[in-house]
């Protein structure tokens, strides 16, 4: 059996292989060979030859795929998904993600962040998202190895639009308040309890990793009365004072008197009268303006014990002002003392500067 | 404008002369007003004024120019379609817009010069051929009419076709219906794919000498059908 080839050169070849790769080519119409070596010159030069209109009808189409192909596969996605989370989250969801980012803020993992060692996208997104609400954090562009401890007297003013109402059943409303302490997060707590209105001026501190960063969380503690009076208060709100206030109530309520502690149901006579309250109303307002709630990480430091490094110290001073006194215009004062590089002795304190009282 | 950085002032020129609608120049203007910057960015042979077109063009159409999106599609479909035409000329269309959409899609990951795209082209259209032609076989085969057998036979495909009145794709298709398969595929190629016979033969999987050989028997072929059949000259 022969090969596929074996007549290969062995018949006459009417072109050479260089006129076969000219033909071919389309590079001449008429070679030495003046009949069929010029008729299929002729031939590939016409199949060679321009578009017609048939043939490029699917242009439109074509050039459509491409634009969408060519889309997908070139677009980087990363920032305007990040654009797009930022807008959800600044537009709809700030309260939540706020929530979530002090949770972190406020946790062990804040660390990470505050320090820059999260890995590089999460950084950056926290980094983003916390600055957008006024919380310096630093991004991994910028990031510097080492970073000095955040504790410092210099005091940096931040916003934020958080608010939370002390109130399951209550509305949830948006402001902006200002505050002026080293990364400050201010929060301001209004409840309708008994028709009184209060705020609540707070100083947290808080421990990031081995560095201590004093975050102050300041809220104006003030009671509104119904007549219109709008008074401070000027007494120290505590745990122990509140806990006791939930034992007066239940005694009096039940009034079983069995087990009530004579000395504590004392003391909170005692500051309920300093305050200008009847033990009702005193601890009514205890109830109203309740200590928030510290996380895992925090504690509640009472004043003026200082301890020795708490991981958050919460201090309260309310100095409230008798409610007798028809008072129309209340202006408070916030001055925060300089935050020293002592872990313990952050303060302020939320002192009654001026009450103007007008004749009604 | 003054370039001192080569492939700054390309890449530069790119975002902003080219992009000005339709009052930019053509693409024979474009490539020939940054040339001179191009070239200077080879570091061995120059390339010639072709191969400068192509790196201009391909370089826009990775970055989502439609004009060179427009220039690739016209320069390179019409032999395209003319070739799938020839082998499947109820589902060409379809095919050529399959192999266009695996352009597009793999434009990004393209390295090569204008032949390699050609190559790239055709390799990527025979591999939709042979899809189709794989999953057709269970479909109902599309019979050819009797006509066309008679015409063939009588030679009046050719003899209907004064020279200055057939179309490219009527050349192509007197070349698909006078010879096999195997040669008429291996002239078509070299015809409309401008690929030499090694290119071929890496196209087609077979050796040079095969694509030779068929090539030989066709172009004799086809020459003698010609000074049999046609009796005026091409």
């Known amino acids: 059996m022969s090969d596929f080839d074996d007549l290969y050169n062995v018949t006459p070849n009417p072109f050479s292989e260089d006129e076969a790769d000219q033909l071919l080519n389309g590079e001449t119409t008429a070679t030495r060979h003046s009949g069929e070596g010029a008729d299929l010159g002729r031939l590939v030069h016409i199949a060679r030859g321009a578009a017609t209109p048939s043939e490029l009808a699917n242009q439109a189409a074509f050039l459509s795929v491409f634009a969408t192909e060519i889309r997908v596969t070139t677009t980087p996605l990363q920032p305007e998904r990040k654009r797009r989370m930022i807008k959800f989250i600044s537009a709809k969801h700030s309260i939540k993600f706020v929530s979530i980012v002090a949770g972190v803020v406020f946790s062990a993992g804040a660390a990470a962040a505050a320090t820059g060692s999260l890995p590089d996208p999460a950084q950056q997104v926290v980094s983003d998202v916390v600055s957008h609400i006024g919380i310096d954090v630093p991004s991994p562009d910028n990031y510097v190895a080492d970073p000095p401890p955040v504790t410092t007297t210099t005091p940096k003013t931040s916003q934020t639009e958080i608010e939370h109402p002390s109130t399951s059943n209550a509305e949830v409303t948006v402001g902006t308040t200002e505050t002026t302490a080293p990364a400050v997060v201010t929060t301001k707590a209004g409840d309708d309890h008994g028709g009184n209105e209060h705020e609540a001026t707070t100083t947290v501190k808080i421990t990031f990793g081995g560095a201590e960063a004093p975050q102050e969380t300041t809220t104006t503690v003030r009671e509104k009365h119904e007549d219109g009076a709008n008074t401070p208060i000027s007494t120290t709100i505590d745990k122990p004072h509140y806990l006791l206030c939930k034992a007066w109530q239940a005694q009096h309520n039940f009034d079983t008197g069995a087990n009530s502690d004579e000395t504590a149901l004392h003391n909170v006579q005692q500051a309920a009268s300093a305050a200008g309250f009847t033990v009702e109303g005193y601890c009514a307002f205890l109830k109203g303006v309740r200590v928030p709630t510290p996380t895992t990480t925090t504690t509640t430091h009472v004043e003026p014990t200082p301890t020795t490094k708490p991981a958050v110290s919460t201090t309260t001073h309310v100095e409230p002002t008798p409610t007798t006194k028809p008072a129309t215009t209340t202006t408070t004062h916030v001055e925060p003392t300089p935050t020293t590089a002592a872990p313990t002795t952050t303060t302020s304190h939320v002192e009654p500067t001026n009450t103007t009282t007008s004749a009604a | ?234």
């Open chain 2, 1 to 234: 404008m003054t370039c001192h950085r080569v492939h700054l002032c390309a890449v530069t020129s790119f975002g902003t002369d080219f992009t000005l609608g339709e009052k930019t120049p053509t693409v024979h203007e474009k490539t020939r007003r940054y040339g001179e910057v191009l070239s200077e960015s080879f570091s061995g042979n120059s390339p010639g004024e072709d191969d400068l077109e192509f790196i201009v063009v391909l370089t826009a159409a990775r970055a989502g120019r439609e004009w060179a999106a427009t220039h690739l599609y016209r320069q390179y479909h019409p032999r395209l379609i003319r070739y799938l035409r020839s082998q499947e000329p109820r589902a060409a269309d379809d095919i050529a817009s399959e192999t266009w959409i695996g352009v597009i899609r793999g434009l990004q990951s393209f390295h090569g010069e204008a032949p390699q795209f050609r190559t790239w082209l055709f390799s990527i259209a025979r591999r939709q051929l042979a899809e189709f032609r794989r999953t057709a076989i269970k479909k109902h085969a599309t019979p050819t009419d009797n006509e066309t057998f008679t015409a063939m036979e009588s030679g009046e495909l050719i003899d209907n076709n004064i020279v200055e009145e057939i179309s490219g794709q009527e050349a192509v298709q007197i070349i698909k219906d006078y010879l096999n398969h195997d040669q008429s595929e291996v002239i078509i190629l070299r015809v409309l794919g401008d690929f030499t016979a090694d290119q071929v033969a890496d196209l087609m999987g077979r050796t040079p000498e095969w694509v030779r050989i068929n090539q030989f028997r066709g172009l004799q072929k086809l020459a003698e059908i010609m000074k049999q059949k046609i009796g005026v000259t091409l």
